[in-house]
């Protein structure tokens, strides 16, 4: 069975300071991988996602993410946080085969905080 | 503008009371999906309908039905609504065909109370 776990469930940082979210999953074949966001009492928003081609994955405003297989690990980063990027993300698994195919799999999210 | 389309936005229901939450999507996709969001959970997924015709249940489907009434439409119902369905529902859809190209489609969610 395919899991995500987000290791810190709360970050803050200052603003104009380097983001790092951390994400280790756990799957059975190569899975396809997404982060998205959600800003308060909005809906989800894709950032960026990993579809087994390169392994350094560039997203919107900035995010990017690279994905590890010897890890299992696909942390979210970004070198410089703004105050807008404050809000919650999920790092999600896809899995890849089968009847479920398609289904999401979310991590319980991580709230980033930007002070300025 | 091309997207799924959840309807209501915000509903408050009286313990035992029944609703049905619509959603739509214009975009052809086979697959549709219903989640439920909880403070510290995440988002997990209630039901799914692979295509038409076909529905499957997902990580937390007890008190809830669902309907997959074409390609188009896939509803939520709960029968006897509890306390402990108070939640935020997002619908999503999805095609394999599509292969990743945008990710999954998210409705923008209703906010469900139950007293």
């Known amino acids: 069975a395919q899991s995500v776990t987000q290791l810190d469930s709360h970050v803050s940082v200052s603003e104009g300071t380097p983001v790092l979210l951390r994400c280790n999953y756990s799957?059975?074949?190569?899975?396809?991988l997404f982060w998205y966001v959600q800003h308060p009492n909005k809906g989800l928003q894709l950032l960026l996602k990993?579809?087994?081609?390169?392994?350094l994955v560039k997203g919107i405003n900035g995010f990017e993410a690279e994905f590890k297989k010897s890890e299992t690990s696909f942390h979210l980063t970004k070198p410089s946080a703004h105050m807008s990027d404050a809000a919650e993300y999920f790092c999600?698994?896809?899995?890849?085969?089968?009847?479920?195919?398609?289904?999401?799999?979310f991590g319980k999210g991580t709230k980033l905080s930007v002070k300025p | 503008n091309a997207g799924v389309t959840q309807t209501p936005k915000f509903q408050v229901l009286k313990t035992g009371q029944s609703m049905t939450l619509q959603c739509a999507q214009d975009m052809n996709h086979n697959s549709m999906y219903w989640y439920r969001q909880d403070p510290g959970m995440g988002l997990r997924l209630i039901y799914y309908?692979?295509?038409?015709?076909?529905?499957d249940k997902g990580e937390v489907p007890n008190g809830y039905n669902v309907s997959r009434l074409n390609k188009r439409e896939f509803s939520l119902r709960l029968e006897s609504a509890a306390p402990s369905q108070t939640s935020v529902y997002f619908c999503?859809?999805?095609?394999?065909?599509?292969?990743?190209?945008?990710?999954?489609?998210f409705g923008s969610g209703t906010r469900l109370t139950v007293v």
């Open positions: 799957s059975s074949y190569s899975p396809s």
């Open positions: 990993y579809t087994s081609a390169a392994t």
């Open positions: 309908s692979a295509s038409e015709g076909t529905t």
């Open positions: 999600v698994v896809s899995e890849g085969y089968g009847g479920s195919q398609g289904n999401l799999i």
């Open positions: 999503a859809s999805w095609d394999p065909w599509d292969s990743y190209k945008d990710g999954y489609t």
